[in-house]
């Protein structure tokens, strides 16, 4: 965000070595393509990695702290700080306009706390009215300072695509010009985390709890606010206003995957070098903004992220749906076969059972096909020509199916003001989810378990039988 | 009838300021504020796309575009929100960043497509550029205000239910969810109508700024909004007039600074709610406040007045 | 102001098997609940039974799993129109820029139906109001200017407007003091000599028998339902208040992990 003019880009500083040079030549040999190319997309993949790695760790803390408004509101005001400090000194020095741009941070964290306390506004309001309010600030100041380059588009569009072609000599290497203010902010992005991780942790999963064991969770926001406002800073000349986007959604995506707390964070910049990476890459191939393009592709993984992530994927939860829907058509059909057996004249006979009798205890549709499939496959079932017919095993599931439900009915009989023709229908609902462990339970606790309150006997399982 | 150009920018933002602060007393009293920024950053792709499909720059064809991808961001953070386990904070920033970085790509590949087009400058938009408005456009921004005016007044009494106690209006058999998408399509409109003049990323602070500062005025939802309609249409023209004497400034953001120094002014001034009024004593302020009443109108510490009542229990 | 008369077969009010879960996690099981006559009901149980989630359940605010609720025979989303309700104070935001007369005023816009502005009859019910529950004086306050006592009677104040013949009030004597509580209760008895059904959400088992006809008695399930004499008995609350059943919280563990990870 801040060049001086005129641009004092070293392009060709003889003499002065270029880390991995030999390598990217190599590469652009065996890809046939000119060694400057290649040598500028390397860098600026190392630049964008780089950028991403330090706002998916200050991400982390944003999302798991529900303040990832503040990183948009910091990413706004920035802007306000480095103006500021223009129309203070009335130049362009990196240094002291690092500075401003992190002392503007703080104010907006500080500042829309303020105007929600003390002006009784909404949170959410404060927010917009102090990132908003510093933003036009910026942009007004910025429009006016013509003589020096002090760029509004970086600020809007990022700069990610030339991150990787203003090589400067450093400590006798020839890097990006970024790395200089990136690589200090990763240090202490990492100084932060090594040295408050036990308190971090805590303040970012229970808040309360930190406080009542003595850790100030104000102090930890506002040295996060304070981490989260460098990050902002040195990244925005890369991405510019886009830095939200690295900040939020490789955190929240790894936050989707993962409960905890290390795996979140590597996880998180993983994902996030990976939206910087094909962003450029696309951006590359379409002629377009590298900056923007990460952003979409960080949108795209979450989308994918959503639909297939292993635990509360969308996927995931649809099919574990559809399964406990088969299983219960299926216990259906079993318990209804126990029953037909019990009112039967030879209880000791195995009941038989037509396929389609089958599909009408088990609901129909398509669901009852696949319950019948699911008998079958685990030998609950015996198909003898058009007839079904319970297994031994079959049997006593049925029959644990069965006590549940009437043990269930009975333990409703006793503790809820329940009418005893309102007992069946809740029982047939939980039948499914009671395991032998409640069924012991509800046995001690009943006064009597011989028989349900409609005066059937409810089966005896031995423990063995139990599913 | 010939106007001047800024006539018809004056026009134009005076219009605007007024329908947001109409639309914007709802969204701030309903903890919405925040909906608008992502509709307007979220607008920015439909913006282009819609450009790129019809290849014109007519400002329907554009704000109709924008209008639906808003819609399309406010509607994918209530599916966040309803399908996985992200925070309301994190959804708003991942649509709005999300959004946002689809139409900078966009825009950037438009402009290198179209190198010799300066029509295809949809940069403009990001910012605002309220000083190239034309007649038509500010015609069309007349039409969106008297639209909304006329459903907020026609529907006054839901909203006002909607926004003070939603489940008392749904209990009363009022369809909650549909005025709450009323409200948002409103929000909605107002802010794309917004874009032209002050742009994607400051287009927000004119629903919230206006309201939030209104409120210092006033205890009545009526007079409230008058009055935020009263400093959005203040600062929309007092913001161009700015721009217009001082060439070069930008005036989405002069408009957007006016209504804070506003703002700021409301919360120091105002009686009752003020800093001024908070921090002395009434007699002192009467001799340089001259619109604090000196009859005891709205008093601070009613339960004292009530016999039933004792004082600890307001707590 | 009398209730309408109804076929005597409906009661006035009919909870059928209403299961309500949080996060798929069931809070309320089962519930069974017939209101035959109009009179005072209170809703008695600790916290964290599910009273509050009960009767919002029942208006149709929280989704049911299982169950249905009618009143006077059909849906209860038919009949909103003749049910008021007493939300808890903490549901709204106190610092709205609103007076107690359109708070009040609020309660009559269910008869209005859309677009129509109330007008000089609804205003003098509003009015009436008021003087009903002895906030007339405060009409023009904004809201958060008001004692937990005045806005508990604001509430109670909307609601009496809404001229309904059931009501559902969530903790109306919540942070009140005792004068207000005897105020609020004449007036609810009034009321229900007038022939409506008042449901009530109360915390205090002192009153109860005092108050109200019938309890509820309530944790997780109902436990007891009925007249106060039969009903309100020191076994009933020992199996209200004696802790909660361990195997529904088993079981609702269950439920919530088998829908979830089966």
């Known amino acids: 965000m801040l060049h001086m003019l005129p641009d004092t880009a070293v392009l060709f500083a003889g003499g002065i070595p270029i880390p991995f040079e030999a390598q990217t030549t190599r590469l652009a040999a065996s890809l046939g393509l000119p060694a400057t190319d290649v ?101 007004v100041v910025v429009s006016q300072a013509k003589h020096v380059h002090l760029d509004l588009d970086c600020v809007l569009f990022g700069d990610l695509a030339f991150a990787g072609v203003n090589l400067h000599p450093t400590f006798g290497w020839l890097v990006p010009e970024s790395f200089r203010s990136l690589i200090p902010t990763l240090m202490i992005t990492l100084l932060l985390l090594a040295v408050f991780w036990k308190e971090l942790r805590l303040t970012s999963f229970d808040p309360t709890l930190a406080v009542t064991l003595g850790f100030s969770a104000t102090l930890m926001h506002y040295l996060l606010t304070t981490v989260v406002a460098i990050v902002t800073v040195s990244a925005m000349d890369v991405v510019g206003l886009l830095v939200v986007a690295l900040l939020i959604v490789p955190a929240a995506i790894a936050r989707l995957l993962t409960d905890r707390l290390s795996t979140m964070l590597v996880l ?179 006064s009597q378990s011989a028989e349900d309150p409609h005066g059937r006997a409810i089966p005896d399982v031995k423990r063995q039988d139990v599913r | 009838m010939f106007f001047t150009q800024t006539q018809i920018v004056l026009t134009g933002t005076l219009l605007l300021g007024i329908a947001a602060g109409m639309v914007g007393t709802f969204a701030v009293l309903r903890r919405r504020a925040l909906a608008g920024d992502v509709v307007a950053h979220s607008a920015l792709p439909g913006l282009c796309l819609a450009f790129l499909t019809f290849q014109s720059r007519s400002m329907l064809v554009l ?150 500062a209104a409120r210092f005025w006033s205890d009545r939802l009526s007079r409230m909004m008058m009055i935020a309609c009263a400093i959005g249409g203040t600062s929309g023209v007092t913001g161009t007039l700015l721009s217009a004497r001082y060439d070069g400034l930008p005036t989405g953001p002069l408009i957007v600074l006016t209504s804070t120094v506003i703002f700021a002014l409301s919360w120091v001034f105002a009686p009752h709610r003020g800093v001024l009024w908070k921090s002395r004593d009434m007699t002192d302020l009467q001799s340089f406040l001259p619109w604090v009443e000196s009859d005891d109108t709205v008093p601070r510490a009613p339960t004292t007045l009530d016999p039933h009542v004792s004082a600890q229990e307001a707590s | 102001m009398t209730a309408r008369t109804e076929n005597k077969t409906s009661a006035v009010f009919d909870i059928h098997d209403m299961t309500v879960a949080y996060d798929r996690r069931p809070v309320l099981w089962n519930i069974d609940l017939t209101l035959r006559n109009p009179g005072l009901v209170a809703i008695v149980g600790p916290n964290g039974a599910g009273k509050s989630t009960m009767i919002r359940a029942a208006m149709g605010l929280v989704p049911m799993v299982s169950g249905s609720v009618s009143a006077w ?120 000599e007038e022939g409506r059904t008042i449901v009530v959400v109360h915390h205090d088992l002192r009153t109860v028998s005092e108050y109200f006809d019938e309890v509820v008695l309530l944790n997780v399930r109902i436990v007891a339902s009925g007249p106060v004499d039969t009903t309100f008995t020191s076994a009933n609350l020992q199996s209200t208040y004696g802790g909660r059943l361990s195997i529904l919280d088993t079981m609702a563990e269950a439920v919530q992990k088998q829908t979830e990870t089966e």
């Open chain 2, 63 to 212: 704000l109709s575009g924008a209008l639906l991808s808003g819609l399309l961001g406010a509607v994918t953070v209530s599916l966040l929100k309803r399908f996985t386990r992200l925070r309301d904070d994190a959804v708003q920033g991942i649509v709005l960043s999300v959004f946002y970085g689809g139409g900078i790509a966009l825009t950037r590949s438009i402009q290198n497509t179209h190198r010799n087009d300066p029509g295809a400058d949809l940069e403009s938009f990001i910012i605002g550029q309220a000083a190239t408005m034309l007649k038509g456009d500010v015609q069309q921004i007349a039409v969106v205000v008297a639209v909304t005016a006329g459903i907020v007044l026609l529907l006054f009494k839901e909203l006002k239910l909607l926004s003070f106690d939603e489940q008392f209006c749904q209990v009363q058999g009022w369809s909650a969810m549909g005025l709450d998408i009323l409200l948002m399509l409103l929000t909605a409109i107002t802010v794309v109508a917004g874009l032209p003049a002050v742009g994607v990323v400051l287009t927000a602070a004119l629903l919230i700024i206006p309201p939030a």
């Open chain 3, 73 to 192: 025979g059909s849906p209860i989303g038919r009949e909103l129109g003749r049910i008021g309700y007493v939300p808890q104070r903490g549901s709204v935001d106190w610092d709205f820029p609103i007076s107690v007369f359109e708070t009040v005023l609020m309660g009559t816009y269910g008869s209005l139906g859309w677009f129509r502005h109330p007008g000089r009859v609804q205003r003098d019910l509003t009015m009436r109001c008021l003087e009903r529950v002895g906030m007339q004086d405060y009409a023009q306050r904004q809201i958060g200017q008001l004692s937990g006592g005045q806005q508990q009677r604001v509430f109670l104040a909307r609601a009496l407007a809404q001229q309904a013949e059931l009501y559902f009030m969530d903790e109306p004597m919540a942070g009140v003091d005792a004068a207000t509580e005897r105020v609020v209760f004449e007036l609810l008895q009034s009321l229900s």
């Open chain 1, 39 to 139: 040598q500028n997309a390397f860098w600026t993949m190392a630049v964008g990695a780089l950028c991403a790695v330090c706002c998916s760790l200050a991400g982390c803390f944003l999302v798991l702290r529900r303040i990832s408004l503040l990183g948009d509101a910091l990413s706004h005001s920035v802007l306000a700080g480095t103006a500021g400090v223009y129309l203070l000194t009335g130049r362009v020095d990196p240094v002291p306009m690092l500075c401003g741009a992190i002392a503007a941070g703080i104010v907006t964290a500080v500042l829309t706390q303020f105007v929600h306390k003390a002006a009784l506004v909404p949170e959410d309001s404060s927010i917009g009215i102090v990132f908003t309010s510093l933003f036009a600030f910026g942009v």
């Open chain 1, 268 to 446: 998180s910049c993983l994902i996030g070098v990976s939206c910087t990476t094909i962003g450029y890459l696309l951006a590359l191939r379409w002629d377009s903004s590298a900056a923007g393009l990460s952003a979409v592709v960080a949108g795209a993984e979450l989308l994918v992220a959503i639909v297939v992530s292993p635990k509360n994927g969308l996927l995931g939860r649809l099919l574990r749906t559809v399964r406990l829907r088969i299983r219960i058509c299926a216990e259906d059909v079993l318990a209804g076969l126990f029953r037909r057996q019990e009112r039967s004249d030879a209880p000791d006979k195995r009941v038989q059972a037509s396929v389609s009798e089958c599909h009408t205890l088990a609901g129909g549709g398509i669901m009852s096909v696949a319950a019948l499939r699911w008998l079958l496959s685990r030998q609950l079932l015996q198909q003898a020509g058009p007839v079904m017919l319970l297994s031994e095993t079959g049997l006593r599931y049925a029959r644990s199916m069965v006590r549940s439900h009437r043990l269930w009915e009975a333990y409703l009989q006793e503790n809820f003001n329940l009418p005893s023709d309102h007992l069946h229908d809740p029982a047939e609902a939980m039948e499914h989810f009671i395991g032998p462990g409640v069924q012991q339970q509800i046995t001690e606790e009943l």
